[in-house]
């Protein structure tokens, strides 16, 4: 019996980093998935793989260790958090698909592990609904990178564009945005724990100046909340480049992200920011009526690609 479950990527919109510390953000699944195939191993001992990846490796899950066949072993830790929690150790075979690019801010970790957790629990015939696997997919994601944001799991479960309130609470907007938008990535991979980390030893080394931004972030939220709903487009791109400069000031910024972001606006931009963890990965360019044109000086430069949300969240089958 072969188990499929896919989930998709997502972008943050408005509340990266704040959202760790109990702020609201706004963030959407995106047309870029990642898929598993589960099944019985008939070589004795279970197996992860991806050719889109180019690895393979054999994985010992008791004790959350493996032997690299081939490739990078990328996010083969994801794996093994799940497969030591929640399996009983028989041998499995994980085939991975993914049209994500790992490390580009567009949660490629949390839509494998949501995708994982899903196709497990449905060959172990466990009960299991939306709610369950997001709570579940955000402890791995705390487990292996140390402290995590429960957004990038939620998103790849439920899909959508939804508003995660102070309360942990979702809400999924009745209206998808039709501006246009892109977004750009660097082949310097982030390190989203890495980030989170960091940003957390600046608000612990300077908490009267760290916690103001955070709340700034979060305001900035909540006025997007109401320029989505009121479908203010251009309110948004400009609520993006205030957010842009308070990300600037908790140093997860680089070089190659803000090129990216003023080369998106001097192309006709509205606003673009860093979307994700920093420090690498991805900006978001909002775009209405110049998508071509940006699409054309990031990816001149360095890799893009147009972004359509996606009410569609996790599915398993």
Same mark, same amino acid.
């Given at each position: 019996?072969?188990?499929?479950?896919?989930?998709?990527?997502?972008?943050? !919109?408005?509340?990266?980093?704040? @959202?760790? /510390?109990?702020?609201?953000? &706004?963030?959407?699944? @995106?047309?870029?998935?990642?898929?598993?195939?589960?099944? *019985?191993?008939?070589?004795?001992?279970?197996?992860?793989?991806?050719?889109?990846?180019?690895? *393979?490796?054999?994985?010992?899950?008791?004790?959350?260790?493996?032997?690299?066949?081939?490739?990078?072993?990328?996010?083969? #830790?994801?794996?093994? *958090?799940?497969?030591?929690?929640? +399996?009983?150790?028989?041998?499995?075979?994980?085939? %991975?698909? !993914?049209?994500?690019?790992? =490390?580009?801010?567009?949660?490629?970790?949390?839509?494998?592990?949501?995708?994982? !957790?899903?196709?497990?629990?449905?060959?172990?015939?466990?009960?299991?609904?939306?709610?369950? !696997?997001?709570?579940?997919? +955000?402890?791995?994601?705390?487990?292996?990178?140390?402290?995590?944001?429960?957004?990038?799991?939620?998103?790849?479960?439920?899909?959508?564009?939804?508003?995660?309130?102070?309360?942990?609470?979702?809400?999924?907007? #009745?209206?998808? %945005?039709?501006?246009?938008?892109?977004?750009? /990535?660097?082949?310097?991979? =982030?390190?989203?724990?890495?980030?989170?980390?960091?940003?957390?030893?600046?608000?612990?080394?300077?908490?009267?100046?760290?916690?103001?931004?955070?709340?700034?972030?979060?305001?900035?939220?909540?006025?997007?909340?109401?320029?989505?709903? #009121?479908?203010?487009?251009?309110?948004?791109?400009? %609520?993006?480049?205030?957010?842009?400069?308070?990300?600037?000031?908790?140093? @997860?910024?680089?070089?190659?992200?803000?090129?990216?972001?003023?080369?998106?606006?001097?192309?006709?931009?509205?606003?673009?920011? &860093?979307?994700?963890?920093?420090?690498?990965?991805?900006?978001?360019?909002?775009?209405?009526?110049?998508?071509?044109? @940006?699409?054309?000086?990031?990816? /001149?430069?360095? +890799?893009?690609?147009?972004?359509?949300?996606?009410?569609?969240?996790?599915?398993?089958?």
């Amino acid at each position: 019996m072969e188990i499929i479950a896919s989930a998709p990527g997502k972008t943050i !919109l408005f509340g990266e980093h704040a @959202v760790v /510390y109990g702020e609201p953000a &706004i963030a959407g699944a @995106v047309n870029k998935r990642a898929t598993i195939k589960l099944k *019985e191993s008939d070589k004795g001992v279970s197996i992860f793989k991806s050719d889109d990846l180019g690895f *393979e490796a054999e994985l010992n899950t008791r004790t959350k260790k493996y032997t690299l066949k081939k490739g990078r072993p990328g996010i083969i #830790n994801y794996i093994l *958090e799940i497969l030591s929690k929640f +399996h009983d150790h028989s041998p499995i075979e994980i085939d %991975l698909s !993914l049209d994500i690019p790992i =490390g580009s801010g567009l949660g490629s970790s949390a839509a494998v592990t949501v995708a994982t !957790l899903a196709a497990l629990f449905k060959y172990q015939k466990k009960e299991f609904n939306r709610s369950l !696997l997001a709570k579940k997919a +955000h402890e791995i994601e705390s487990s292996v990178q140390g402290i995590a944001s429960p957004l990038d799991t939620r998103v790849s479960t439920y899909g959508g564009l939804i508003y995660l309130s102070r309360d942990k609470k979702i809400a999924k907007f #009745n209206t998808n %945005l039709k501006s246009s938008f892109v977004i750009g /990535y660097t082949s310097k991979r =982030g390190n989203t724990g890495r980030m989170v980390k960091s940003v957390k030893a600046l608000k612990t080394k300077y908490p009267d100046i760290v916690n103001p931004i955070i709340e700034a972030m979060g305001q900035i939220t909540e006025e997007a909340k109401l320029a989505i709903v #009121n479908k203010e487009e251009y309110k948004i791109g400009a %609520l993006m480049n205030i957010n842009q400069g308070l990300l600037d000031s908790l140093g @997860v910024n680089t070089n190659e992200l803000s090129r990216m972001v003023y080369l998106a606006r001097k192309a006709g931009a509205t606003g673009s920011k &860093i979307t994700g963890a920093g420090g690498g990965g991805s900006i978001i360019a909002c775009c209405p009526n110049t998508q071509d044109r @940006v699409f054309k000086a990031i990816n /001149y430069h360095d +890799h893009a690609i147009k972004v359509n949300f996606s009410k569609e969240g996790v599915f398993v089958k």
